[in-house]
């Protein structure tokens, strides 16, 4: 009987392990079939009862009536669907809510503790960095044969999905390698360790060339928490928060920034010159946070350049309105990428209004945004846009408002267990996940769901290890 439960343990071992691989590169349709072949493990297992009591903390149970209740709004939203076809193919994307307590959270501690969660996160750091140095590879062939200036950029360097999904993928990997190197109380020398170290600035550097805004906020945010987190291992978490600020401040005036990043690294280097460590990663925190604050501040001018035409151009309308149609005015207006986000956010709320207790039926979001875009004769939404790109009304037009409140449960009972343990790693990823969740709808694609709920149960378990409990007890005591 023991054989057996470890044979079914290290089935669910590979093929998470498969599943950590495959997420960055968006292989169509493994990741739910992975899903699926983990619960088909779990009930030929049997002993679903034993099983089920090890979910014996509340942390598991809070996390696990998060999950479920999520999946049963979906699975209810599903029988009042018009479309029975697209329900069913939008509930299968949410598969994972219930493969990941059952999975995750039921198998025997020793047989998936700490040690072997990281060896996942290893090598999802290792094929995230796969997967870019494809990327760039993929460009470089493109630009010997079609040289141009839009390659190495934004969808072009994407090739595998959408930029903003590409960050997410990225933004996390980069977080657990700094976590692995610098902050995990149970590091210690890795066999490839210089390979996450080389990972480190090409992860930076690569998504700023995807020009994902969610990203590079996103990106900010884990410079920050990971900046906090190394200073406070080290006592010097103060210091580093008001330097983080003032870099900010002078991040317009690169000079000044330059000279007073320059005095402050060579002082504090003198002051703390007997470890070597921290020597190394002063330099190197401040370096990215210089790059970042002064690449945020050319976005944002550029941005803010585009907008100065976009108004110009909109104030200039009253003058030759008399010429045009009423619907040929209104697609002027929405070709603006930021008054088209406006103008979806105005739709989703007036549809939303209509159903707001439980919504119109799982995924059937996209159906009715439609629908109004034709009664407002909106041709351009019409085209270019079929969802919310926002999930947390995609699930309020799906499920309605009860639906939105277990969205939201979810994502607070992982931050809240992060901040009561101070475990950055559940802290930043949920952060990572509702940034997203702003600018697109994650949740109705596979490479967004399937990541992000198993990867939170992943980060979940990990921070409820017995034996990393213990030991960051002790280094924060």
Known sequence: MRDSSIIHSKINYFLLFALVIVVPFCIPYLTPAIGGLLLLNWFIEGKWK??????????KRLFTIASFSLFLFYCIGFLYAPDAKMSIIALAKKIWLLVTPLILFANDEYLFDSARIKKLFKVYIYAVGAMMILNLGINFVQFLQFPTDKLFTYKWLSFFSHPSYCSMYICTALLLAVYLLFIDPERKEYPLKNLLILFLPLAFFFIILLQSKTGLIALFFVIQVLGIALYKTYRERIFFVLLSLLTIIFSIQLCISIFTLLCLTVAFSYYKKKNRKLRFLFPFTLYVILLFSFTSYKIIDETNNRTSVALKTLRNLDDFVHDLG???VCEIKVKNSSTQRVTLLKTSIKVAKEQPLWGYGTGSARIFLHQQF??????IMQKKFNNCHNQYFETILD????????LIF???IPFYYGIRYRNILCISFVVISALNFMTESMMEYYIGSDFII???GLFFLYMLSPNLLLKEKRSYS
């Open 454 to 456: 198993s990867f939170m």
């Open 50 to 59: 034993r099983k089920l009591q090890r979910i014996d903390t509340l942390p």
């Open 399 to 406: 499920i309605g408002f009860l639906g939105i409140i277990s």
């Open 410 to 412: 979810y994502l607070f």
């Open 374 to 379: 034709v009664e407002d004769e909106n041709v």
């Open 326 to 328: 009423e619907s040929d």
